[in-house]
């Protein structure tokens, strides 16, 4: 089946406050070096389409953008298939372990801590089960070799339970419903919602075709960056034909290989869940740690239009816009990275890690993954985003 018409659609209706897009926890997010850079990021090149691609009524991408954001499913059950692929360096673990203790500093000590726990995401493939029955009642399951995380928030209790530990974590909030969401974003969904608010006139957005996405006939929505310089590729969005909701999210760089991310439903009833699903005792013998009151809930916003993972970074000064913009910020730290001989072993193995580069600016260490590239001056700048190396030393030169 060929592509559906294209329109390049800017500036498209994604102020609607529409709750569904609102109910997010950042307390509860993946680190935002993954997520808000993802979030809005996300492509997949093209694949050609299939021989069973549903034949579903033609609709151009405006229409379709219009439907996702009129689309509030509150009733839903189904296994999600997460894979991220940063193309970090194989640290034996050693990753997981730094984002884990990182996210820690500011958590309560608990292995169910979801600031601890659910970095795990940052890397490999997983499977995680998903619920939902209106504003106040949501599971995620991250489910592991012989064991199982939850997350469930219910009214106004939060529970964090890690199997293999047998370790509970307790919130609460203040303001249960609308304002309140307890899981990460994790699925097609909270990616698109975020995504679509990125599309401005550095955008081009098409309809390129249909597809099946768990036993349901779907439209497939792409989004192209018009800017060279951004190590983007496009963002693909599987829109469930019927309700509108994003069954499928997936994200690879430019430069193509496999995807950086790519979260899809494998299974999903749009029925609801039983009432069961979302009670909580914690099992005998369990220990359980007492997490602060959330006075409110924070609202997850990496994805603003025109920021990227610059929006991500608070108190980041933002240079250029789009898919091109970069976050940079000074950490007052002079002398740059303990790299090479002046930093040891932890030296050797930073500039391992690390291409040296100079210009006007002086000098700097620039450091990538497949998606983002980050530059740390000798001086203590920092200059990060979806963007090349070279583009990193350019905003460096102008910004000395």
């Known amino acids: ?15 609607e406050d529409r709750p569904s897009a609102r109910r997010k926890a950042a307390r509860y997010a993946v680190p935002v070096a993954v997520v808000g850079v993802a979030a809005i990021t996300i492509g997949l090149v093209p694949a050609l389409a299939a021989s069973g691609d ?11 953008i219009e439907k996702i954001a009129k689309s509030d499913v509150q009733q839903l059950s189904g296994t999600v298939r997460f894979s991220t692929d940063l193309g970090l360096p194989n640290l034996g673990g050693l990753e997981g372990g730094l984002a884990s203790g990182m996210a820690k500093g500011d958590g309560d000590g608990s292995s169910a801590d979801p600031q601890s726990k659910l970095t795990e995401l940052v890397s490999g ?5 998903v619920a939902e029955n209106g504003p106040d009642k949501q599971k995620l399951s991250l489910l ?21 530990s047998n370790e509970v974590y307790h919130s609460t909030a203040a303001d249960s419903g609308k304002q309140h969401r307890a899981e990460p974003p994790a699925t097609p969904k909270d990616f698109a919602d975020e995504a679509l608010k990125s599309v401005d006139d550095t955008t081009a957005v098409t309809v390129d075709g249909t597809e099946r996405v768990a036993g349901r006939d779907a439209y497939k929505l792409l989004i192209t960056p018009k800017q060279s310089g951004t190590t983007v590729g496009a963002i693909s969005i599987a829109v469930d034909a019927k309700t509108g909701m994003p069954l499928k999210f997936t994200l690879t760089p430019k430069s193509g290989g496999a995807a950086v991310l790519d979260a899809g439903f494998t299974q999903v ?132």
Do not use: C
Request: proline share 5%; aromatic share 8%; charged share 25%.
């Open 1 to 15: 089946m060929a592509p559906y018409e294209t329109d390049d659609v800017a500036g498209a209706a994604h102020d």
């Open 54 to 64: 549903p034949d579903l009524p033609k609709i151009t991408a405006q229409q379709l």
């Open 125 to 129: 493939t997983h499977t995680l089960r």
């Open 144 to 164: 592991e070799s012989g064991s199982e995380y939850s997350l469930i928030h219910d009214g106004k209790d939060v529970w964090g339970y890690d199997s293999k």
């Open 269 to 400: 009833s749009f029925s609801a869940p039983g009432a069961s699903t979302f009670d909580f005792t914690p099992p005998k013998g369990a220990k359980v740690t007492e997490g602060k009151q959330e006075h409110k809930a924070p609202r997850h916003e990496a994805g603003k239009p025109g920021g990227g993972l610059a929006q991500g970074m608070e108190g980041a000064k933002v240079l250029g816009k789009g898919w091109t913009s970069i976050a940079t910020f000074d950490t007052g730290s002079r002398g740059g990275l303990p790299t090479g001989s002046k930093g040891g072993d932890l030296g050797g193995f930073l500039g391992s890690l690390g291409d040296q580069v100079s210009g006007s600016f002086g000098k700097g260490t620039v450091f990538s993954t497949r998606l983002v590239n980050a530059l740390i001056t000798d001086d203590g700048k920092v200059y990060a985003g979806a963007v090349t190396k070279e583009a990193l030393v350019k905003a460096a030169d102008e910004g000395k």
